[in-house]
Nanobody, 124 residues
Framework: QMQLVESGGGLVQAGGSLRLSCVAS????????MGWFRQAPGKARVFVAA????????TYANSVKGRFTISRDNAKNSAYLQMNSLKPEDTAVYYC?????????????????WGRGTQVTVSS
């Protein structure tokens, strides 16, 4: 089992920045791909970004490409999502997730472990 805890959410004005963190409870984090997903009110959860096991490969949803950056520090069992130029439409609960696969995976069903989420609210 692996527990994931997100932090760093909050309220920010449009154009601002936030950095989300995700800390994993297991050393197995370092040999797993991980991703960030988000769920806006009344909508389904969607993919945001993913990174492979060693940080060498990343992939992003088109809606955040060029504004968000995913990274990881396996020595700290941690991953991050730097979010710049935030827009009101980025408002959502953000979840980190870990897959048993090595790659930067997009499909939600490929993720086994999930955090409880952190709220990000962007005001206009």
């Amino acid at each position: 089992q692996m527990q994931l805890v997100e932090s760093g959410g909050g309220l920010v004005q449009a154009g601002g920045s936030l950095r989300l963190s995700c800390v994993a409870s297991s050393y197995a984090f370092g040999s797993s791909g991980m991703g960030w997903f988000r769920q806006a009110p009344g909508k389904a959860r969607v993919f945001v970004a993913a990174i492979n096991w060693n940080g060498g490969t990343t992939t992003y949803a088109n809606s955040v490409k060029g504004r968000f950056t995913i990274s990881r520090d396996n020595a700290k069992n941690s991953a991050y999502l730097q979010m710049n130029s935030l827009k009101p439409e980025d408002t959502a609960v953000y979840y980190c997730a870990v897959t048993r696969l090595l790659g930067a995976r997009m499909p939600e069903e490929e993720y086994t472990y999930w955090g409880r989420g952190t709220q990000v609210t962007v005001s206009s």
